[in-house]
């Protein structure tokens, strides 16, 4: 299993042609108690660097994108029902949404865990 990193927060945990889409641990970190999530609906199509859903916390909302384009196949809906899972497992039960990837190639040019463990402590 494959674990990509945007620069906006978001990891991409890829399986086969289906990926898996959160925010990081140093995101739920930089903002604080999570207190409410938007996610995509399945169907929904998402394009690389955009909009996919929503993350709010007792200090912002901010938007989570999505690291490729394609279908989303599914939302977490754990997490609308209970968003402190995001704060509590950002990288595994607080997953946001699964996309079907419409191009492989988009996963070029997404950090590494190396690379984004630098690109967090450069911040």
């Known amino acids: 299993m494959t ?6 927060h ?7 042609d289906t990926a898996t889409v959160g925010v990081t641990d140093f995101a739920q970190g930089q ?5 409410f999530v938007e ?3 399945a169907g929904r199509q998402v ?4 909009e ?11 938007d989570v994108y999505s690291p490729v384009s394609g279908e989303v196949t599914e939302g977490n809906n754990a997490i609308v029902e209970d968003p402190s899972l995001v704060n509590s497992d950002p990288e595994g039960e607080g997953w946001f949404f699964k996309v079907r990837l419409a191009d492989a ?3 070029e040019g997404l950090m590494d865990s190396e ?5 967090c402590e450069s911040q």
């Open 115 to 119: 690379a984004y463990k630098s690109f």
């Open 39 to 41: 996610i995509p609906e």
């Open 3 to 8: 674990v990509h990193y945007t620069k906006e």
């Open 105 to 107: 190639s988009e996963l």
């Open 10 to 16: 978001e990891w991409i945990r890829v399986e086969g």
């Open 47 to 50: 394009t690389k660097g955009g």
């Open 52 to 62: 996919a859903a929503v993350v709010e916390s007792v200090k912002a909302a901010s």
């Open 31 to 35: 903002l604080g108690d999570v207190v």
